[in-house]
């Protein structure tokens, strides 16, 4: 496994998860760590992006301000953390790594996580 999601759960409106994801073997070596997210019958959708390189971070417009992407300082964890919690936020979070530029395209991506299911509870 080379991408490893964790921390989703069951959380009530306007609370708080952080989700966190390990990069090990050939995906450690990306510099682009996103994460997206599947709702039960739509499309998988960009939620963030860290760019390991320059530190620059970028978001879906909908969750700025809400969401925030960062990394550990041995820079082989990248973190969500997640606040003010919508029940439209539920769904199966993904953490996904690319060489090269950020990327709002799942299709992009080549190294994925598992998954980890954030659930809000209105």
């Known amino acids: 496994v080379q991408l490893q999601a964790s921390g989703g759960g069951l959380v009530q409106t306007g609370g708080s998860l952080r989700l966190s994801c390990t990069t090990s073997g050939r995906a450690a070596s990306g510099n682009i760590r996103s994460w997206f997210r599947q709702a039960p019958g739509k499309e998988r959708e960009f939620v963030a992006a860290l760019d390991r390189t320059g530190g620059g971070t970028y978001y879906t417009d909908s969750m700025k301000g809400r969401f925030t992407i960062s990394r550990d300082t041995a820079d082989n964890t990248v973190y969500l953390q997640m606040d003010s919690l919508k029940p439209e936020d539920t769904a199966e979070y993904y953490c996904?790594?690319?060489?090269?530029?950020?990327?709002?395209?799942?299709?992009?991506?080549?190294?994925w996580g598992q998954g980890t299911l954030v659930t809000v509870s209105s």
């Open positions: 996904a790594a690319k060489s090269g530029s950020a990327s709002r395209s799942w299709k992009s991506y080549f190294f």
